[in-house]
């Protein structure tokens, strides 16, 4: 392996090339843009953080980009907060990689694949770049399941006030990028044209889509039932709160009502001379307390 500058590495046998640069300045995109007849400005371009996953043919090469999982995003509210970009220029002698970000699935291809012969060609080592890619979101991917079945348990065995709308927000947003991310590299992945003898390392590469596919496509739906069956366990709450005001309201009405009658300051009013008036009205209380009670029992509302 050859270091021609700190940003850029480069590895050659007789079949192939292969130009690695991380985070090049405008001299470097300037000189390979000469050196392997590529525009300069697409180049410049391909460094734009917001890029998704897209393929394009050019006149002497195939552009790809893919997007690395970032595992140090921390609720992610963005594609370019949770991964990074990589891009991809190939032909039959020549690929080309650029990235901002160090790519640690770079030096792995070379040393398992390159350097043991195991690969020799551009589109082999574009079929291995896809894999390692797709390959960052399944610990992620694996996780978010986690968290929503454990969420779900908490939910479930009413222990709702250990989880809020917040991390059921951030978890479905994770997995809606996730699956975005997914979804836009199936595309690229499916056009990907490689040799006979890697057509099965492309076919694991299709194999571990799918199943991350699948995964995230139950995570989301289950995170969205699951906010659901929160907010109607709140409500459901709430309602049993107001219930339960509603009925000491019950109770209370009538007796305040005869407080009130009671409290008037009038002069004319015979009860008020009855020596057993006070004992009598607490009776008539108690008993409209009972008789409420009963009535309640009886419509099965306590």
């Not at 392997?36 to 697409?42: A, E, I, N």
């Not at 009671?262 to 108690?286: H, T």
């Amino acid at each position: 392996m050859d270091n021609s500058t700190v940003n850029t590495s480069s590895w050659s046998n007789d079949h192939i090339t292969w130009i690695d640069i991380t985070d090049p300045t405008s001299a470097e995109l300037k000189e390979f843009s000469k050196q392997h007849h590529l525009d300069y400005y697409s180049l410049a371009d391909c460094l734009e953080p917001a890029h998704l996953p897209k393929k394009e043919i050019l006149r002497d090469f195939t552009f790809i980009i893919l997007r690395v999982y970032d595992e140090k995003a921390k609720n992610p509210s963005s594609i370019q907060a949770m991964s990074h970009k990589i891009a991809i220029y190939y032909n039959d002698k020549v690929i080309l990689t650029i990235h901002r970000v160090h790519a640690d699935i770079v030096e792995d291809i070379r040393t398992k694949y390159l350097d043991s012969g195991i690969i020799s060609e551009p589109a082999e080592i574009v079929t291995k770049i896809m894999y390692y890619t797709i390959r960052s979101y399944e610990v992620n991917a694996i996780s978010l399941s986690e968290k929503i079945d454990r969420m779900e348990r908490l939910v479930f065995v009413g222990k709702q006030t250990r989880i809020t709308l917040e991390h059921l927000y951030y978890l479905k947003n994770t997995c809606r990028l996730n699956r975005r991310i997914i979804s836009m590299s199936k595309e690229v992945i499916m056009q990907h044209v490689t040799s006979e003898r890697d057509s099965g390392a492309l076919q694991d590469v299709k194999d571990l889509m799918q199943k991350l596919s699948l995964s995230l496509d139950e995570t989301h739906d289950d995170a969205a039932n699951l906010s659901t069956i929160y907010l109607s366990i709140v409500s459901l709450k709430t309602n049993d709160v107001m219930k339960l005001l509603t009925i000491f309201s019950v109770f209370f009405m009538p007796l305040t009502f005869i407080a009130g009658i009671y409290g008037m300051n009038f002069d004319f009013m015979p009860e008020l001379r009855w020596k057993l008036g006070y004992p009598m009205i607490l009776l008539v209380m108690l008993l409209i307390c009972v008789v409420i009670f009963w009535w309640f029992k009886r419509r099965k509302i306590l």
